[in-house]
């Protein structure tokens, strides 16, 4: 696609067969049945210039065309080989929230090389040459290939250790104070900022306010500190916020929240005691500890606390004590989390100025280009 930058560059191929297009799903199973015995591109190529011909008989044909190994093609294709590959790129790609095809990520960033009146060609040119600029302090620890790209799409945006408020355990006279205590946390104890989060792990907006409270706290690793306070809304879901609790106490909270969050509509005690077993934790201590009065304690001291704020529902957050909302997306607790790290003197140009990259699995996927490149452009694209 671009001659101006050779060696610098490489390309991943993932699979997005949209719903409504019904012979795409098959089309990439083929694609990958045809990457197999090493013809991923010829036959990437083929298809995209046949996309009204995806019929299995025209499949089968474009192979001939190559010259593979028919018995194996057609076998793949008959048994469904390559069928949870392309699933799997689905799952991935919409974890990473993408809707529609063509959609790009250059080392982790959404970029837009579709469209009408977007020539694909000069926007990947001016993304490299600004992407390679941006990564030659990261290129210095020597990393190539996967192991860079996910060092550095792991990275936040904005500056390294900013000098903010000397007095940074100042609290604000005019909103009540949120005492942390032993609530799990995420980030430097002694960040500027510190946002504070009620939630339940039944709830679907605390669901989605999850995902996106991970992305800030990422993004602003070293400036925000994420405390988690339980709020259940009913008296069933104490036992919810008791099991987290209970791997907070192995250490292991965050990962147990996501677990919680990604499967609400399993947590019976069986589904609870299953996640602590798939996080290795100490089955007898999780059962005791989820159990225990003091557990149970608690979370009623989180949810009083809760209702000492006037709390009505979940999720709701506060920033340096003072009151945001539920907040919903990432703009919005950009746009807040900004404006009090600019009162405490960070400068507004080293904030992030979006969500943090996001990290896509490229293992056995598609790819031209060098292996080593230091950017990385991931397609998600669909046949049809």
């Not at 609870?272 to 077993?277: D, P, Q, S, T, V």
């Not at 003091?294 to 606390?305: F, G, L, N, S």
């Not at 100025?353 to 998600?380: L, Q």
Request: glycine share 8%.
């Amino acid at each position: 696609m671009v001659k101006k930058y050779p060696g610098q560059f490489r390309v991943v191929f993932k699979h997005f067969p949209l719903d409504f297009h019904k012979k795409a799903h098959l089309a990439s199973q083929a694609a990958l049945a045809a990457g197999a015995q090493g013809k991923f591109w010829e036959y990437h190529d083929i298809i995209f210039a046949n996309q009204q011909k995806l019929d299995r008989k025209d499949l089968d044909s474009y192979a001939k065309k190559l010259k593979l190994d028919m018995k194996k093609f057609k076998a793949a294709l008959d048994k469904k080989k390559y069928a949870a590959a392309v699933d799997k790129d689905l799952e991935i790609g919409k974890s990473v929230k993408v809707g529609g095809t063509p959609t790009s990520f250059l080392n982790g960033r959404k970029v837009n090389l579709g469209g009408k009146g977007v020539k694909p060609k000069d926007v990947v040119e001016g993304l490299i040459k600004d992407e390679l600029e941006r990564i030659k302090d990261a290129e210095k620890k020597d990393l190539k290939g996967d192991k860079f790209y996910y060092e550095y799409v792991g990275k936040p945006d904005g500056m390294d250790d900013g000098k903010g408020d000397k007095d940074k355990k100042k609290k604000e006279k005019e909103y009540k104070y949120i005492a942390v205590g032993d609530a799990p946390t995420k980030g430097d104890d002694d960040a500027p900022v510190t946002l504070v989060e009620f939630s339940d792990f039944t709830c679907g907006f605390c669901s989605g306010a999850a995902k996106t409270v991970n992305q800030v706290a990422k993004a602003y690793k070293g400036k925000v500190r994420v405390v988690f306070k339980n709020y259940p809304l009913s008296q069933a879901n104490y036992d919810i916020a008791q099991a987290a609790l209970a791997a907070h106490q192995q250490g292991k909270f965050w990962e147990y929240h996501d677990l919680l969050f990604n499967n609400q509509k399993k947590v019976d005690r069986e589904s609870l005691i299953g996640y602590a077993k798939q996080l290795d934790l100490d089955l007898a201590l999780f059962k005791q500890t989820m159990d225990a009065p003091a557990t149970k304690a608690h979370v009623e001291a989180d949810q009083k606390q809760g209702r000492d704020l006037g709390l009505q529902g979940t999720p709701m957050f506060y920033l340096n004590n003072r009151p945001l909302g539920a907040m919903q997306g990432f703009e919005a607790f950009q746009k807040e989390l900004n404006k009090e790290l600019v009162k405490k003197g960070f400068k507004k140009e080293d904030l992030p100025s979006g969500p943090p990259p996001v990290e896509i699995a490229m293992k056995g996927v598609p790819f031209k280009g060098p292996e080593k490149a230091p950017v990385t452009i991931v397609e998600y694209s669909d046949f049809e």
